[in-house]
């Protein structure tokens, strides 16, 4: 299903807008949800929900942007965050690493997972959003740096699970809150073997943040 019937199933944009936004696309070159948002005709979180449906896979709301791990920025090689608008912002409690990014596509969940060089849970938010976040974590300065080449991941079992992440609402004391986010069917591209092999969905387990000591 397209992201914009999605919207317009869960009346989270009039069709007006909608059709004003499909019809300035081209020339603007934008994307249609970033369009929408940016004309105030579209709540961010609203944008990053129809996304998740679309893709099947976790939502990343403001609130989980805006209490995200910076530490965990340096994870990703700046080369590879910035072509494929890819930011991490929190772990599991297993220990995998939550990114969002921009297009959620098997390539580049591969390319991800490869540099990273251990489990990654794919999410995804309104590109408007995260092209600011990207732009402003991986300065054009360090772009040159040359992604890694090794740390594949193979034969990791991955709990992709899609419903409420927990981030900390206190940073300084690393206090978890539950969050209220929409349930999702667990991303297909999850079952390559380089990320790991499928399993059950109910709900995205909490995302913790360790204490840096």
Excluded at 5 to 31: K, S, T, Y
Excluded at 75 to 99: E, F
Aim: net charge negative; hydrophobic share 45%.
């Amino acid at each position: 299903m397209r992201v914009g019937e999605i919207l317009l199933e869960h009346n989270w944009v009039d069709e007006w807008a909608l059709a004003r936004a499909l019809r300035d696309q081209p020339r603007l070159g934008e994307r249609l949800c970033s369009i929408l948002v940016e004309r105030g005709q579209l709540d961010p979180d609203h944008a990053a929900l129809a996304l998740a449906e679309q893709h099947e896979v976790a939502a990343v709301l403001q609130r989980h942007l805006d209490n995200r791990d910076p530490a965990l920025a340096r994870l990703l090689p700046p080369a590879i965050a910035r072509a494929h608008v890819a930011l991490p912002i929190g772990r599991l409690p297993n220990g995998d690493l939550v990114v969002c990014v921009r297009d959620p596509s098997p390539d580049a969940t591969r390319t991800i997972a490869n540099a990273i060089g251990s489990p990654v849970v794919i999410a995804v938010a309104a590109a408007c959003q995260l092209e600011q976040l990207v732009d402003g974590t991986y300065p054009e300065a360090v772009f040159a740096q040359a992604p890694p080449t090794d740390g594949v991941v193979e034969g990791v079992d991955i709990d992709m699970n899609t419903g409420p992440i927990t981030m900390p609402s206190d940073l300084a004391a690393f206090t978890l809150v539950d969050l209220d986010d929409k349930s999702v069917a667990r991303d297909p591209t999850q079952t390559d073997p380089l990320i790991g092999r499928r399993s059950n969905v109910s709900s995205l387990p909490p995302l913790t943040k360790k204490s840096r000591g």
